[in-house]
Structure formats: structure tokens, C-alpha cells
């Protein structure tokens, strides 16, 4: 891979160890996927927050780097194992809530921006159409590189860091034209509604194509939140970071020869395979995490009734802090629904103590199963709300 001076530099050690072992690991990549050279990047989403997955041998990697790394372009962090404020209303053990807390002083002491979500584009980090960005965290890649227009591969923690403390990130996968092509056309003949039928809709396509590009026919509009919901899910069940939709995603693609299609039956056949015959006893909305229509939304549903069973509304920060200003927060929590910044269900060490979740992400349901060891039932929110509050 050819390096300028400035990148010789950075991987010599010039600019001290947290660059140079970056460089090292960037590098490192590159050569491994025949990158030509490496490119700047606009901004950066890190994954591996939570001190359940990092455990001390990942703490200790961060607090070494932290002695002299400073990221160099905008930074934001994916969901903690908790909430940074409000873990002990979570039931999060003190000391997780210790471990997990120097975890983030490393990141803030780092530069990183402290604000634990996945969806980073409703918080500030969204560069211009067309930036490249080193994003880890698979619902937020494939929203980036489908919906915003952004270019970034599927980021592993430890990569993404990397390209924070240098700026840089090897130039290959997403980041080039020839590989963002739709390789498989997807007819959808079925009726695209709500948020749980794109959700359903990812988990039938990532089944069926894997993580090929795929050119999506047939759906006349998707709002925001469906679209989130619809790339957490194929790239939860497939592994793909890019599709397109045509007449509402941005980017320009050929074609592709090769079809499938998606029925009404397929839709609800993946509806029925992410229920289980179970009792709820956690129900968890907002995987993603919501935008503020959604706040407004489920507050408009809970306004007056009481929740009965533990209910997390999980959500960035500052889209909480937008929606406390709207009065959202304070209805949400009177009902005695558990609002959940910085984490979620999934990151959270809350694996044993409940047994069946319910849940209206489709993503939610595949680790809700796979970490957490939970039964899941998966719902449209008013379903959800109408249940936890009879
Ligand atoms: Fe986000 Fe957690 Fe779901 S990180 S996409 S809320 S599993």
C-alpha cells in the first residue's frame, strides 16, 4: 500500500503510540483487502462500548491508548452497558457501573464525543453525501451508506478507533464505486406498512441473499424510522451494509440481472418465526434507538395508563433532552416506562434476569435469542403498549 510521508510518519511513531498503533492496524487491513492507499475520513462511530464485551483486557487497551491518543475528526460511541446517568433505576450492578464508566473516561479522555447510540445520525454525526466515514455498529453502517449517502465498511471496534485516532482509513470494500453495485434485484410484493413489516422485510432478504447489494423494487415510500428499522434488520440476518430502494434511497446504481421476490407469506412467515411461546417480562422499544417522532408518538399512547410490567424506552441522550423539552419525558415516565440513554437491551448485563422479551425490532429479537438467551415476541409499539399496560 503507498503511504505519503505524513503516513510514513504516523506509522514510525513520530506522532506518538496510539497513532502509531493505529497506523499499524490500518495498515495492516489495507494490505489484507489489496487497498491501493489509505483516505481521510469525515467521521467516525466506534462500537464495543459496553464493558460486558470489552471486559478488563479491553479497558486496559483503551486506557493505554488514551495516554496519548486525540481523535482527529468527529467521534461518537455506540450504546454503553447502561445508562451513564440513571443505571441504578436499571438494576445495573455497581460494580459493572465502575468498570463501565472508566471505559467512557478513556473515550472522553481520547476527545470522543460521549453520547452512546446507534443512531448517530440523529445526534450530529452525519457528514455531507458522499464523505467517507469509518463506522462500526451494522444498522448504522447500512443507514449510512444507503440512506445518507455516506461510504464506510462494516467497522470493527478496535478499526474504528483506529481511523479516529488518525483520521484515516484504508481504501477498499464500500469506500469504491465498483463495489456499491446492486448485485441482486429484490421485487417486493407485499404490503409495506409499519415499522415491524420492514423489520420482517430485512429478516426475509438477509435470509435469502446474505450480504449481496441488493436493488429493492416495489415500496412506495418508508419513513425515517422504517428505513432504520429495515437496516437494522438486513444487516442483522444477512450482514449487508448497503442496499438500495428504488424512488427513495439516494445513491446511483446499475441494474442487476438477477431477481428474487419477496411474497406477502414470506413477510409473514418471518413475523411468525420472531414470536415465541412466551410470557413477556421485559418489554424494550427503540432498537434503534428512537428519534423524537417516536418519543412524541409513544408518549401520545402511554399519556395517562400505567405500565405493569418493566418497560425500557431506549434512546440517544440528546434526542431524550429534545424530548423532555416537548413534555415527552415526563408522560413516559409517569406511566412508569424506563427511559434507557446510552444502552440498551442488547449491551445491557441483563442476561438471567428476565426470560422472555418483547420487542417491535426485528434485530432486537435475533440477539434478544442469541445473547441474551431470552424468548422473544416481536409487536408493533401500540401492541407492545397496549399489553404491558393491561
Ligand atoms: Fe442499537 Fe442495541 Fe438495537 S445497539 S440497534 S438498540 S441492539
Same mark, same amino acid.
Given at each position: 500500500?503507498?503511504?505519503? =510521508?505524513?503516513?510514513?510518519?504516523m506509522l514510525?511513531?513520530?506522532?506518538?503510540n +496510539?497513532?502509531?498503533?493505529?497506523m499499524?492496524?490500518?495498515?495492516s487491513?489495507?494490505?489484507?483487502f489489496?487497498?491501493?492507499?489509505?483516505i481521510?475520513?469525515?467521521s467516525v462511530?466506534? /462500537?464495543?462500548?459496553?464493558?460486558?464485551?470489552l471486559?478488563d483486557?479491553?479497558l486496559n487497551?483503551?486506557?493505554?491508548? /488514551?495516554k @496519548?491518543?486525540?481523535?482527529?475528526?468527529?467521534t461518537?460511541?455506540?450504546p454503553?452497558?447502561?445508562?451513564?446517568?440513571?443505571w441504578k433505576?436499571?438494576g445495573?450492578?455497581a460494580?459493572?457501573a465502575?468498570?463501565?464508566?472508566?471505559?467512557?473516561?478513556?473515550f472522553?479522555k481520547?476527545?470522543?464525543? /460521549?453520547t452512546?447510540?446507534?443512531?448517530?445520525y440523529?445526534?450530529?454525526?452525519?457528514?455531507?453525501?458522499?464523505?467517507?466515514?469509518?463506522? +462500526? *455498529?451494522? $444498522?448504522?453502517?447500512c #443507514?449510512?451508506?444507503?440512506?445518507?449517502?455516506?461510504?464506510?465498511?462494516?467497522e470493527g471496534?478496535?478499526?474504528?478507533l483506529?481511523?479516529a485516532l488518525?483520521g484515516?482509513?484504508? *481504501?477498499?470494500g464500500?469506500?469504491?464505486?465498483? =463495489?456499491r453495485?446492486?448485485?441482486v434485484?429484490v421485487?417486493?410484493?407485499?404490503?409495506?406498512?409499519?415499522?415491524t413489516?420492514?423489520?420482517?422485510?430485512?429478516?426475509v432478504?438477509? =435470509?435469502?441473499?446474505?450480504?449481496?447489494?441488493?436493488?429493492i423494487?416495489?415500496?412506495e415510500?418508508? $419513513?425515517?424510522?422504517?428505513?432504520?428499522?429495515f437496516? /437494522?434488520?438486513?444487516?442483522t #440476518?444477512?450482514?449487508?451494509?448497503?442496499f438500495?430502494?428504488?424512488?427513495?434511497?439516494?445513491?446511483r446504481t446499475?441494474i442487476? %440481472?438477477?431477481s428474487? $421476490?419477496? $411474497? %406477502?407469506k @414470506?413477510?409473514?412467515?418471518?413475523?411468525k418465526?420472531m414470536?415465541?411461546?412466551g !410470557?413477556?417480562?421485559i #418489554?424494550?422499544?427503540?432498537?434503534?434507538?428512537?428519534?423524537?417522532?417516536?418519543?412524541? !408518538?409513544?408518549a401520545?399512547?402511554?399519556?395517562?395508563?400505567?405500565?405493569?410490567?418493566?418497560?425500557w424506552?431506549? &434512546?440517544a441522550?440528546?434526542?431524550?433532552?429534545?424530548a @423532555?423539552?416537548?413534555?415527552?419525558?415526563k408522560?413516559?415516565?409517569?406511566?412508569?416506562?424506563?427511559?434507557?440513554? @446510552?444502552t440498551?437491551?442488547? &449491551?445491557?448485563?441483563i442476561?438471567?434476569?428476565f426470560?422472555?422479551?418483547?420487542?417491535d425490532?426485528?434485530?432486537?429479537?435475533?440477539?434478544?435469542?442469541g445473547?441474551?438467551?431470552?424468548?422473544?415476541i416481536?409487536?408493533?409499539?401500540?401492541?407492545?403498549?397496549?399489553?404491558?399496560?393491561?
Open positions: 500500500m503507498k503511504l505519503t =510521508n505524513e503516513e510514513r510518519d514510525n511513531g513520530r506522532n506518538g +496510539a497513532v502509531r498503533q493505529s499499524e492496524i490500518l495498515v487491513l489495507g494490505e489484507i489489496g487497498a491501493k492507499r489509505l481521510d475520513v469525515a462511530q466506534i /462500537a464495543g462500548v459496553s464493558y460486558h464485551n471486559g483486557a479491553g487497551y483503551l486506557a493505554d491508548l /488514551a @496519548d491518543g486525540k481523535v482527529k475528526v468527529l461518537t460511541l455506540n454503553a452497558g447502561m445508562d451513564m446517568e440513571n433505576v436499571l445495573i450492578p460494580d459493572f465502575e468498570k463501565q464508566i472508566a471505559v467512557i473516561d478513556a472522553k481520547m476527545g470522543v464525543t /460521549a452512546c447510540t446507534c443512531t448517530p440523529f445526534v450530529g454525526n452525519s457528514p455531507g453525501f458522499g464523505s467517507h466515514v469509518a463506522w +462500526a *455498529e451494522s $444498522s448504522a453502517v #443507514y449510512a451508506n444507503s440512506v445518507l449517502g455516506l461510504k464506510t465498511n462494516r471496534g478496535p478499526s474504528a483506529a481511523s488518525t484515516k482509513t484504508p *481504501e477498499f464500500m469506500h469504491l464505486e465498483e =463495489n453495485q446492486a448485485q434485484a421485487n417486493v410484493n407485499a404490503k409495506m406498512e409499519t415499522v413489516d420492514f423489520g420482517a422485510l430485512g429478516h432478504i438477509g =435470509n435469502k441473499i446474505g450480504n449481496k447489494v441488493s436493488y423494487r416495489g415500496i415510500k418508508a $419513513s425515517t424510522e422504517q428505513l432504520k428499522s437496516c /437494522a434488520s438486513i444487516a #440476518y444477512g450482514g449487508a451494509a448497503l438500495h430502494m428504488e424512488g427513495i434511497t439516494p445513491n446499475s442487476p %440481472q438477477e428474487i $421476490s419477496v $411474497s %406477502q @414470506d413477510i409473514d412467515d418471518a413475523k418465526e414470536n415465541d411461546n !410470557e413477556p417480562d #418489554y424494550s422499544i427503540g432498537c434503534p434507538h428512537l428519534s423524537l417522532k417516536e418519543m412524541g !408518538e409513544i401520545g399512547m402511554l399519556k395517562g395508563r400505567t405500565v405493569k410490567k418493566e418497560m424506552i431506549c &434512546v441522550r440528546p434526542v431524550k433532552e429534545d @423532555d423539552k416537548k413534555g415527552y419525558v408522560t413516559i415516565e409517569d406511566s412508569g416506562a424506563k427511559i434507557a440513554c @446510552d440498551c437491551m442488547v &449491551v445491557a448485563p442476561k438471567g434476569r426470560k422472555c422479551l418483547a420487542t425490532s426485528a434485530k432486537g429479537c435475533f440477539y434478544g435469542r445473547k441474551n438467551k431470552f424468548k422473544v416481536f409487536r408493533e409499539i401500540p401492541q407492545l403498549i397496549e399489553e404491558a399496560t393491561a
